[in-house]
């Protein structure tokens, strides 16, 4: 059996908490005001970005949505759908819509490579400060989340 002093005992004790509260400290962090994320093929980033990652209970928050074509100009015309799915709150739309005209189009003199929009989520007044709102835009295979810290009401 091993017996360790108190000296010992009290530094196995302090590293033990001082592991638990880092551990914490990191877990709890605050959300990202960006968050990007690519298509499993490499070719589209769906990005969504805020001035700030956090509400009050009832308050509303802009977030601009951006879906990049990380290929540059298509050849072919690709229109899509963005899909929204939230918790604690609410969205102003449900899902928006995309075109990208490509160079096969021989109407067209401009060639997105980059579709921009803004949505607004607003928060359930009945969100605590202990729990965390979120959107999540769904683009084909891809799913970003962008996360909401909420604070306590003034």
């Known amino acids: 059996m091993i017996t360790l002093g108190i000296v010992p005992l009290r530094r196995l004790v302090a590293f033990v908490c001082f592991a638990a509260v880092m551990t914490l400290s990191f877990s709890c962090s605050d959300p990202d005001k960006s968050v990007t994320k690519p298509t499993q093929d490499g070719a589209f980033a769906l990005t969504m970005e805020a001035e700030k990652n956090w509400l009050r209970p009832g308050d509303s928050l802009p977030i601009r949505l951006k879906l990049v074509s990380l290929a540059g100009p298509l050849e072919e015309t690709l229109s899509g759908r963005i899909d929204f799915l939230t918790n604690l709150g609410r969205l102003d739309v449900d899902y928006l819509d995309f075109t990208f005209t490509g160079t096969s ?17 607003e928060s359930f007044s009945s969100a605590g400060e202990e729990e965390q709102g979120e959107v999540h835009a769904l683009y084909g295979d891809l799913q970003v989340t962008f996360k909401i810290r909420f604070v306590a009401a003034q």
Request: hydrophobic share 55%; net charge negative.
């Open 105 to 121: 189009d021989s109407l067209a003199t401009v060639f997105e490579t980059e579709f921009a929009d803004w949505i607004t989520f």
